[in-house]
């Protein structure tokens, strides 16, 4: 099982710019799928998760801003976001909870850096 993220990049303060990720391999299905976002310095923490269900959360400050979106016939995620800050700078990781043979693993994909400029 792999995940697959793309999306980032550099853009200015106020800007959107809209991250995927995908999964592919073998498995059942998929719970929640999520990212995260690790800046510099600082521990990795949860931006945004959905759930099979498609019931959301988010890390108060991205409130408003992000928004994240599943697609289960493609197994993929994304995280839409606007309004973008300095503040939102790191590298962000998709995350995955997937099932195979009945047990659920957590797996990541490799990081994609978004960079806000004032």
């Known amino acids: 099982v792999q995940l697959q993220a793309c999306g980032g990049g550099l853009v200015q303060s106020g800007w959107s710019l809209r991250l995927s990720c995908a999964a592919s391999g073998r498995f059942s299905s998929i719970n929640a799928m999520g990212w995260y976002r690790q800046a510099p310095g600082k521990q990795r923490g949860m931006v945004a998760m959905?759930?099979?269900?498609?019931?959301?959360n988010y890390e108060d400050s991205v409130k408003g801003r992000f928004t994240i979106s599943r697609d289960d016939a493609k197994n993929t995620v994304a995280l839409q976001m606007n309004s973008l800050e300095p503040e939102d700078t790191a590298v962000y990781y998709c995350?995955?909870?997937?099932?195979?043979?009945?047990?659920?693993?957590?797996?990541w994909g490799q990081g994609t850096l978004v960079t806000v400029s004032s």
């Open positions: 959905i759930r099979s269900g498609g019931s959301a």
């Open positions: 995350y995955s909870e997937i099932v195979m043979n009945q047990l659920t693993y957590q797996y």
